[in-house]
Nanobody
Framework: QVQLVESGGGLVQAGGSLRLSCAASGRIFSINAMGWYRQAPGKQRELVANIFDSGSTNYADAVKGRFTISRDNAKNMVYLQMNSLKPEDTAVYYC???????????????WGQGTQVTVSS
């Protein structure tokens, strides 16, 4: 089993910055994609950004130019640097990873428990 633990959320004023971290642990042979999703009250969970083992990245239009995703493959960690935060960025942010326990296994998706980000105006 794989566990994901997020950290770094909190309360920040509009225009401020936060850095989220997510650590994957457990039975991990390899991880392909890692990403961040968010869910605001009354809304569906949406992709914020993801990064593949190749290093390629993908961002939601709403965060392009403000957020940067990165990963440390040696530590099985993924980060989200969030700059120029806006009140509409307020949400619970979830980490997701596609991992497999053995080289012969298929990849499964795992989710963290979420971390709250609140941006005040």
């Amino acid at each position: 089993q794989v566990q994901l633990v997020e950290s770094g959320g909190g309360l920040v004023q509009a225009g401020g910055s936060l850095r989220l971290s997510c650590a994957a642990s457990g039975r991990i042979f390899s991880i392909n994609a890692m990403g961040w999703y968010r869910q605001a009250p009354g809304k569906q969970r949406e992709l914020v950004a993801n990064i593949f083992d190749s290093g390629s990245t993908n961002y939601a239009d709403a965060v392009k130019g403000r957020f940067t995703i990165s990963r440390d493959n040696a530590k099985n960690m993924v980060y989200l640097q969030m700059n120029s935060l806006k009140p509409e960025d307020t949400a619970v942010y979830y980490c997701k990873a596609g991992a497999r326990p053995n080289w012969w296994s298929s990849f499964n998706d795992y989710w963290g428990q979420g971390t709250q980000v609140t941006v005040s105006s």
